[in-house]
């Protein structure tokens, strides 16, 4: 695992000044090590997390034959067998990581060596032959990269977008996007390879660019290369049984897979569904289970240990718990949290993986996780909401009446989310059509909050343009059962804007790799492939994954109820007097002040201070806003 950065420039030779610089401000993502390269058209820069080859490896590697050069960050879960059959085609290698294989599956077979790459990655090879750059993503986009072209300097890529703001140069030609903040308030994450600065985009899964002397300074080359909506529409005629044994077996497989490393291991353990499937398999494969890390809360609505404790007690597992601080500590690490966000996401469960990275790597430099199975499988309560809008017509009228209900017959609780929150989100998705309503179930400021919210803001942003973006991924699956729809969009959207985004972030910021066995692509093309009735009906989701682990677990962790991974950010922002109080100082600076009607951010406060609404989202949100300006110094940028 790594970082890598970079300039391409055909008309003079680029900087690798500026590619070290970039490289340096990224070494949270590899402190093992660090190498640059540099001719006539490229300067690459690339950190080190040693996971495979500790010794050898290094970045950026040459191949001795072409002279192509590469720069890789991630893991190739099936290098073993790539490299096999490259050796019987008459490569040479000299050593033993993925990274060779990569650059020789490029030498072979061209762009199509994405087809054949299993895992997390993105990498960036200079064809010296060709002259060209070419550039790659994993296909769900667990591994991230921005890229811009900039004025002085040419063609920039890096892992992260801090890299590029730390150097004046580059951060005086970036201008904030506001309409990207307009979907941020909305969506807490962004979409469409959007990022917070109209300059700089992001990559999207599945892609490829390749750049060279014809297109440079043009339209860049951005193609697909894998497409999740053939596997959807592509049913298997397998019976519940015949699809719950391979699923049985793709699961295994892909955990056998991510096992291999040359350092410890481990695995987060919630007490779910999802991360108890995984310890259910490690101990199967291997007796001697790496050991198990779970995040541990004074507030009990929001404490899983017990839950974690009773799968560790029952499969033998070492489980380490770790103590979230609230004291000062917590405060004091607010900037760092949101500096490892690298940009605003306002998912409150950000602050909980991140402490357990934090805590976990000292024990466990490789970890292993659930995430990808609730949108492979139907797990998370918008598909139960989405069943039960199949039951209400579309609402019109713009009476907050039916609002003001749940409000008064359910106490705000700061729960991880509760109902009064759930049913007043359901009720605001009636007003739209069904597949908006299933974006905006995890809406945090509507359309008609963000008027009263911004106040020197341009009216004709204040909109919901990314729904656009929803309907043209509608459209690829529209003769789907709705729920496929709808898992597919949030393969689209959620998952890697959201989720993948969070996981590594949080665990690369403190230099421990994350592996997701759900996401292995043979398992989620299988997946799709299977009838909705297999994964989730009104009664219970998560179906066939259930089926599969019924007969292991103890009962009352299958019949408990999905919690997620959230965190008592509401009631810190109430009981945590030091942590109010940055608050309250965020929100009041002289950006938000300006960007915002300082009356209704008031408003917001008070309301969650006096527990009359749960503004928990709402708050969260704006103070990552606020403090990620404070850290790059963006107050101008407005």
Request: aromatic letters at 14%; proline letters at 2%; glycine letters at 4%.
């Amino acid at each position: 695992m790594c970082s890598i950065s970079g300039i391409c420039n055909f008309e003079k030779k680029p900087s690798i000044e500026i590619v070290e610089l970039m490289t340096k401000l990224l070494s949270h993502r590899g402190p093992d090590d660090s190498g640059f390269f540099q001719n006539e058209n490229v300067s690459f820069g690339h950190n080190r997390l040693s996971i495979i080859d500790l010794q050898n490896s290094k970045q950026p590697m040459k191949d001795n034959l072409n002279k192509n050069i590469i720069i890789f960050n991630g893991e190739i879960y099936n290098f073993k067998e790539l490299k096999s059959d490259l050796q019987s085609l008459g490569h040479k290698f000299e050593t033993e990581g993925d990274t060779e294989v990569v650059l020789k599956s490029y030498n072979q077979w061209g762009i199509e060596c994405l087809k054949k790459l299993e895992g997390m990655f993105v990498f960036c090879i200079w064809d010296n032959k060709k002259k060209q750059l070419f550039i790659g993503r994993d296909k769900f986009g667990e591994k991230p990269l921005f890229y811009y072209f900039s004025k002085k300097y040419g063609f920039m890529f890096s892992s992260e977008i801090k890299s590029f703001l730390q150097v004046k140069e580059i951060k005086d030609e970036l201008g904030l996007n506001l309409d990207s903040i307009n979907q941020y308030l909305s969506l807490n994450y962004l979409i469409n390879n959007k990022t917070f600065f109209n300059e700089i985009k992001s990559l999207s899964p599945a892609s490829y660019i390749i750049l060279n002397a014809l297109n440079f300074k043009k339209e860049i080359l951005i193609k697909k290369y894998w497409f999740l909506e053939e596997y959807f529409k592509k049913k298997t005629k397998d019976n519940f049984n015949q699809a719950s044994e391979k699923i049985d077996f793709l699961l295994e497989k892909s955990i056998k897979q991510k096992m291999f490393s040359n350092v410890e291991n481990g695995v987060f353990l919630s007490g779910g569904i999802d991360s108890s499937a995984i310890s259910l398999k490690l101990k199967k494969i291997d007796n001697h289970i790496m050991s198990a890390h779970n995040i541990l809360f004074k507030e009990k609505k929001f404490n899983e240990s017990a839950d974690a404790k009773i799968i560790a007690d029952y499969l033998n597992i070492n489980l380490n718990h770790y103590e979230v601080p609230i004291n000062e500590d917590l405060t004091n690490e607010f900037p760092k949290i949101i500096d490892a966000m690298d940009q605003p996401m306002s998912d409150t469960s950000f602050v909980s993986t991140y402490y357990l990275s934090k805590y976990s790597k000292k024990k466990s430099k490789v970890v292993l996780s659930g995430d990808g199975a609730d949108e492979l499988f139907g797990g998370y309560d918008t598909y139960k909401a989405d069943i039960y809008r199949k039951f209400f017509p579309r609402i019109s009228f713009k009476s907050n009446l039916l609002k003001e209900i749940p409000n008064k017959i359910f106490k705000t609780n700061l729960r991880k989310i509760g109902m009064e929150y759930k049913i007043n989100k359901f009720i605001n998705g009636l007003h739209f059509k069904d597949h908006h309503s299933h974006i905006l179930w995890r809406e945090i400021f509507s359309y008609e909050e963000k008027k009263k919210l911004f106040n020197k803001f341009d009216k004709d942003l204040i909109n919901h343009n990314f729904l656009n973006y929803v309907d043209r991924q509608i459209q690829k699956v529209k003769d789907l059962h709705y729920l496929d729809q709808y898992m597919y969009l949030d393969f689209k959207t959620w998952l890697p804007n959201d989720i993948l985004y969070k996981v590594d972030r949080s665990t690369m910021y403190n230099s421990q790799e994350s592996r997701l066995p759900f996401l292995d692509s043979e398992l989620v093309e299988y997946v799709c492939s299977l009838p909705v009735e297999y994964k989730i009906n009104i009664f219970e989701r998560k179906k066939i994954l259930r089926k599969i682990i019924k007969s292991s677990l103890p009962k009352s962790l299958l019949k408990k109820k999905k919690s997620g991974f959230n965190t008592p950010i509401g009631l810190w922002l109430i009981n945590n007097k030091q942590f109010k109080d940055m608050s309250h100082d965020l929100l009041s600076t002289k950006f938000m002040q300006d960007l915002f009607n300082y009356d209704e951010l008031i408003n917001i406060w008070d309301s969650h201070q006096n527990m009359k609404i749960d503004q928990t989202y709402k708050i969260f949100n704006l103070i990552s806003l606020s403090q990620w300006v404070i850290n790059n110094n963006l107050e101008n940028k407005l």
